[in-house]
């Protein structure tokens, strides 16, 4: 049983949506950073945390969190000011600011680990040189 906009909509229709498409385009990526997270994780079991291939993971995962961070706030602002003036948006912007807000928080994270992983692999390097 369909309702309100999909009444009188195909499953093509439906699924061709601009804001179901744009939902499935930033979903790219959340998933994106999934797989990185994925693989520094593989990269901690073989013990290979101080290596240049966890800090381009960080990297990684620290630049999807922004572009999810981006993509939801754009979709928070387009729906604001697009929304039918029946329909109350609030619920939504409320999840749009919490998802930002967690996104902010892993992109924080993210740097920040990059950076002391970075500086671990330098004084290691440069331990390595010395001795």
Do not use: T, W
């Given at each position: 049983m369909t309702e309100g906009r999909a009444a009188n909509l195909d499953w093509v229709g439906i699924y061709s949506d601009p804001f179901i498409l744009y939902g499935y385009a930033?979903?790219?990526?959340?998933f994106v950073a999934l797989y990185k997270a994925f693989k520094l994780l593989k990269?901690?079991?073989?013990?290979?945390v101080f290596s240049l291939n966890s800090v381009?993971?960080?990297?990684?995962?620290?630049?999807?969190?922004?572009?999810?961070c981006a993509s939801i706030v754009t979709a928070g602002i387009s729906i604001k000011i697009f929304h039918n003036k029946a329909?109350?948006?609030?619920?939504?912007?409320?999840?749009?600011?919490v998802i930002s807000f967690v996104s902010i928080v892993v992109a924080t994270a993210a740097a920040i680990f990059?950076?002391?992983?970075?500086?671990?692999?330098?004084?290691?390097?440069?331990?390595d040189l010395t001795i």
């Open positions: 930033a979903s790219i990526a959340f990269y901690i079991g073989r013990n290979e381009g993971a960080l990297k990684s995962i620290k630049y999807c969190a922004l572009v999810l329909d109350d948006p609030a619920g939504f912007l409320a999840m749009c600011m990059e950076r002391i992983l970075q500086n671990a692999i330098d004084l290691k390097s440069e331990n």
